[in-house]
């Protein structure tokens, strides 16, 4: 619905009453929303889903970072004139949308191995150090722990059906580790979501078998 029906050239809106969407979208709704596609592209293996949530941060890249500094603002470029621009610093009840997109720009770099995700995410980082340091924004501190640990790539790939990776999901749950992106892919599906996520790229489901590929920057241990 919000994809649908809540965004218009592209561009989010932040209410919908009577049929219409209205009001250009925060930065926290753009941060919700990709963190929420990221999670159902991991959580169902649609290609889809990551598709959008990158399509929704070069939005964010294009109209609310600040050039010079890697911070991001609430409002978009183009959006309702004000006499300042506000750029939120503080968590509160409800995070703000800086705190959640750094972790989003680090899973997209993990998914994607696309480098400038991650840069823009360090730049972000030391754009907030003071604030994190005073703990003004402790959400923030997810995307600390990942950039401090190595991130598991983990890929699953299942020779028809994804209900075939469950023992390897119920596993997984039981011994997560702290941080990890995660892929499961049929054979059928393992080309398309390749173009997307190019870690998927040249593994398959051995002897016809469900198979899990865990990888840390690209290296893989042997295939399960």
């Known amino acids: 619905f919000i994809l649908s029906h ?9 209410t919908y009453t009577s049929g219409q969407a209205k ?6 709704d753009y941060a919700f929303i990709i963190a929420g596609l990221i999670d159902l592209f ?10 959008e949530a990158i399509a ?5 890249a294009d109209h609310y ?12 470029d183009d959006g309702e004139v004000l006499l300042a621009r506000a750029v939120p610093d503080s968590d509160g009840a ?13 899973r997209l770099s993990e998914l994607t191995t696309q480098d400038t995700y991650r840069k823009r995410a360090e730049r972000a980082l030391r754009a907030y150090t003071n604030q994190v340091n005073q703990g003004a924004m402790s959400e923030m501190l997810l995307a600390v722990q990942w950039r401090l640990d190595k991130p598991k790539e983990i890929v699953i790939v299942t020779p028809k059906s994804r209900a075939q990776a ?18 499961v892919a049929t054979e059928e599906a393992l080309e398309d979501v390749a173009k997307v996520v190019p870690l998927a790229e040249g593994k398959h489901s051995l002897d016809g078998a ?15």
């Open 6 to 14: 809540m965004r218009i050239d592209g561009r989010l809106r932040r």
């Open 166 to 183: 469950a023992p390897f999901l119920q596993q997984l749950r039981a011994h997560s580790p702290s941080h990890h992106v995660l892929v």
């Open 94 to 106: 409800e995070p703000t949308g800086a705190s959640v997109h750094v972790l989003n720009l680090y």
């Open 65 to 76: 970072e600040v050039a010079d500094s890697g911070a991001w603002y609430r409002s978009a």
């Open 210 to 224: 469900t198979t899990a590929y865990v990888c840390e920057q690209g290296l893989c241990r042997s295939p399960t």
């Open 56 to 60: 929704l941060d070069q939005v964010v």
């Open 42 to 51: 991991e959580a169902t293996g649609e290609p889809r889903w990551l598709r």
């Open 23 to 28: 009001n250009s979208a925060m930065i926290e």
